[in-house]
């Protein structure tokens, strides 16, 4: 397994599993994570995602095509792209947050991802999701609830805090447009 992976699982443990928040860590020894550029295009489109191949995918549902099957939770990351230990962390994130809701899942899943991969110090920043993470932001500003919002995203979203913060999050997330 590439060190990569480790490190990333690691930093993550270290930042984010102490009080309030507590979690089980990701054994990585029974997870699929790859790094390839060909095999992240092929799961990508076989999961029915649109747009441009990204520098990390995590597979969203088992599915087959052409005779290969994609995992649920599988990770690719592009080798193609510039791969810094922040995509790793970004890459594991979205497992530490599984599941999140199915009618919002991008734009929550890489808003909260991609701000809590920041908050890690590291140099990967991914720019097309500056306006999901400016999002996490303001309402955290609005709210003052980050250690909430830290439960809610690595804590399987426990009862006591879903309602009142996952659905205002959504609301305040969608309701504006």
Not at 56 to 83: C, H, M, Q, S
Not at 92 to 117: A, C, I, N, V
Not at 160 to 175: A, H, M, N, P
């Amino acid at each position: 397994m590439d060190g990569r992976w480790t490190k990333a699982n690691e930093v993550i443990c270290r930042e984010y599993n102490k009080s309030p928040i507590s979690f089980v860590k990701l054994n990585l020894d029974k997870l699929d994570l790859n790094i390839g550029s060909q095999s992240l295009q092929d799961a990508f489109l076989a999961s029915g995602q649109p747009g441009s191949i990204p520098y990390g995918f995590v597979v969203p549902f088992t599915v087959t095509k052409n005779g290969k099957t994609y995992r649920e939770k599988a990770i690719w990351v592009n080798d193609r792209k510039d791969l810094n230990g922040g995509v790793f962390v970004h890459e594991l994130l979205h497992l530490y947050s599984w599941p999140l809701p199915k009618m919002t899942r991008h734009d929550l899943s890489e808003g909260l991802t991609e701000y809590f991969t920041r908050k890690i110090n590291w140099v990967y920043r991914n720019s097309a999701y500056n306006h999901q993470v400016t999002e996490v932001e303001d309402f955290i500003k609005k709210h003052g609830c980050e250690d909430g919002l830290k439960k809610w995203y690595f804590c399987n979203r426990p009862q006591d805090i879903t309602q009142s913060l996952g659905e205002t999050f959504v609301k305040w997330r969608y309701g504006k447009s």
